[in-house]
């Protein structure tokens, strides 16, 4: 539908679009709610794998800079003598099985973001819907990693985290709403270990 592509012109403000998509809004707040619930609850829980795991994402729609961040704490960590990987989704690939990142693969095999990581970084990386089985394929096939950077997934709470790095654009939080009456993916604010600001929204600038 054309009017989702015109919805991020209007998350800077309010205006008769967010108020109409207010019972959405609500909705996915629901959904958020019971999400919550059930982890509190206990009927779902989160996973560990025996590895230190960091989250970089964010709490809105877009990039906001976390693959560039991604690609520059991986970096870091390895001229620091540790033995990295990184665990994500792979937005855009064609299939939602495991598979581990190659010099060779495709974006359409492992994801635009993956690859580039993968190329820049040379560490392992490993791509799936379940962050948690991609995080134990990588480490089965990787047993030295000890740090897992895991790139987006702030909102994937079946992997257990250690520390959770949040990024955010000039956009901030725009209007304060929630999908898709404003861009926030959850509530804010929300307890993070450490929130950075950056300029722009690319994913890739300065790193192609």
Known sequence: MHWLHQLPRHWHKKSALTVALWPMEMLYRLALFTRHLLYALGLRSSQTVNATVIVVGNIVAGGGGKTPLTIALVQRLKQQGLKV????????????????????????????????????????????????????QLLIEHPE????????????????????????????IGNGRLLPAGPLREAWPRKVDLLLHTHNRSMTEGFE
């Open 85 to 136: 990987g990184v665990v994500s989704r792979g937005y855009g690939r064609s299939a939602q099985d495991v598979q581990m990142v190659q010099a060779n693969s495709s974006p359409e095999q492992v994801g635009d973001e993956p690859l580039l990581i993968h190329r820049k970084c040379q560490v392992p990386v490993a791509v799936g819907a379940k962050r948690v089985d991609a995080a134990r």
């Open 145 to 172: 990693v000890n740090i897992l950077v895991c790139d987006d997934g702030l909102q994937h709470w079946a992997l257990k985290r250690d520390i959770e790095i949040c990024v955010m654009d000039s956009m901030g």
